[in-house]
T-cell receptor, first 113, second 113 residues
Framework: GQQLNQSPQSMFIQEGEDVSMNCTSS?????WLWYKQDPGEGPVLLIA?????ELTSNGRLTAQFGITRKDSFLNISASIPSDVGIYFC?????????????FGDGTTLTVKP | GAGVSQSPSNKVTEKGKDVELRCDPI?????LYWYRQSLGQGLEFLIY????????KSGLPSDRFSAERTGGSVSTLTIQRTQQEDSAVYLC???????????FGQGTRLTVV
């Protein structure tokens, strides 16, 4: 089946630093999604990407849909303590069962004040 | 309510017992998904309902797992004869269409003792 490799697994950074994480796949996806999950909560969508090469920003977050459609990255600029959490990438093949997402294993972000 | 609602939030059950987990999606959302999240892992797809179409059950790990969606709204995930490896957080999500962003509930933490 489809698998996503998400890296790094965890990051420990100082407040104010920039962060970069990425996902790669052996399969092509038509949609890439980035979610953040806080403890005891469900994931919340941060950015959705629908076109290869698309670069989308949401405040301090920027994400790109790779040209090959097999990868995506998420950047967070000028990190703040509330950025702490687990970040997940997810891909959708957009075929007959379009809503079925394949998730990466997550990147745990710790921000030191 | 405004968001996806899941109940119970926590469930402790004895091995071998059956459990039912409930999901109330956002009103008007035609697509509903169940995922399972084990400790420190990403989300594992279980089942996907889209409108009146036959559900995609390809992620259900065994025949002990089943799900229904009544009237295109509320969904129930049933696990029969629970095993310790079933312990996880079960997350429900809904969306307005079968692709793109999904909105997650807070999950049901299931512990099988």
């Amino acid at each position: 089946g489809q698998q996503l490799n998400q890296s790094p697994q965890s990051m420990f950074i100082q407040e104010g630093e920039d962060v970069s994480m990425n996902c790669t796949s052996s399969s092509i996806f038509n949609t890439w999604l980035w979610y953040k999950q806080d403890p005891g909560e469900g994931p919340v969508l941060l950015i959705a990407l629908y076109k290869a090469g698309e670069l989308t920003s949401n405040g301090r977050l920027t994400a790109q849909f790779g040209i090959t459609r097999k990868d995506s990255f998420l950047n967070i600029s000028a990190s703040i303590p509330s950025d702490v959490g687990i970040y997940f990438c997810a891909g959708q093949s957009g075929a007959t069962n379009a809503g079925k997402s394949t998730f990466g294993d997550g990147t745990t972000l710790t921000v030191k004040p | 309510g405004a968001g996806v609602s899941q109940s119970p939030s926590n469930k402790v059950t004895e091995k071998g017992k059956d459990v039912e987990l409930r999901c109330d999606p956002i009103s008007g959302h035609t697509a509903l998904y169940w995922y399972r999240q084990s400790l420190g892992q990403g989300l594992e797809f279980l089942i996907y309902f889209q409108g009146n179409s036959a559900p995609d059950k390809s992620g259900l790990p065994s025949d002990r797992f089943s799900a229904e969606r009544t009237g295109g709204s509320v969904s129930t995930l049933t696990i029969q004869r629970t095993q310790q490896e079933d312990s996880a957080v079960y997350l429900c999500a809904s969306s307005t269409r079968g692709e793109g962003e999904a909105f997650f509930g807070q999950g049901t933490r299931l512990t099988v003792v």
